[in-house]
């Protein structure tokens, strides 16, 4: 069974808007999350990340918020830009190395 | 060069063939990874080494070794695949992998495509 799941393969969004990234977990001892970026033929690359601890952790265009009572957290990018588009990846862990992957969602954004 | 490099960037093998892929981090990391991602499924991890040494195995068919001959390398050898085991292979590194501390952020590089024939 997937512990971390994201359940829209795809995104299109229009240049200039919101986009809204969602992951859901089931497994309450992940305390650390992340997002990965993934270009066609390279590796994903570390984007942002949050502790349990926080809520809401942002860096520029991107904003993760984390709701533990839910089990949900969510990557916002604003404003979205052609250059967003790219497969994005959840992850989650532990105080171990460990890191739970979910399958990806697929940003496109339009100019 | 910078970063976490892997080569080849692309592989195909025969099932009776041997081959190595091969991972470089450039980050002074201490702990290295490698990682199979099959079509529609998320990433796997495979194995795990710390300071060299093997943490993970993450119930890896015998058919894939790795090795860790220090922390700047790690190696995958490759014999007697079958087809199911085509894939993009990515190694990635982190500062640590201790487990006793906070979860470390992994770098990854750019994958290793492999067609087994």
């Known amino acids: 069974d997937q512990q971390v799941k994201q359940n829209s393969p795809s995104l299109s969004v229009q240049e200039g808007r919101i986009s809204i990234l969602n992951c859901d977990y089931t497994n309450s001892m992940f305390d650390y999350f992340l997002w990965y970026k993934k270009y066609p033929a390279e590796g994903p690359t570390f984007l942002i990340s949050?502790?349990?601890?926080?809520d809401k952790n942002e860096d520029g265009r991107f904003t993760v918020f984390l709701n533990k009572s839910a089990k949900h957290l969510s990557l916002h990018i604003v404003p979205s830009q052609p250059g967003d588009s790219a497969v994005y990846f959840c992850a989650a862990g532990s105080s171990n190395y460990k890191l739970t992957f979910g399958k990806g969602t697929l940003l496109t954004v339009n100019p | 060069e910078t970063g976490v490099t892997q080569t080849p960037r692309h592989l195909v093998m025969g099932m009776t063939n041997k081959k190595s892929l091969k991972c470089e981090q450039h980050l002074g990391h201490n702990a290295m990874y490698w990682y199979k991602q099959s079509a529609k499924k998320p990433l796997e991890l495979m194995f795990v080494?710390?300071?060299?040494?093997?943490?993970e195995n993450n119930s890896v068919p015998s058919r894939f070794s790795p090795e860790c001959p220090n922390s700047s390398h790690l190696f995958l050898h490759l014999h007697t695949l079958q087809p199911e085991d085509s894939a993009l292979y990515l190694c990635?590194?982190?500062?640590?992998?201790?487990?006793?501390?906070?979860?470390?952020?992994?770098?990854f590089g750019p994958g290793t495509r492999l067609l087994v024939l």
């Open positions: 949050i502790s349990s601890i926080k």
């Open positions: 080494y710390s300071l060299e040494e093997r943490v």
């Open positions: 990635a590194s982190s500062q640590d992998a201790s487990g006793r501390g906070s979860l470390e952020t992994q770098y």
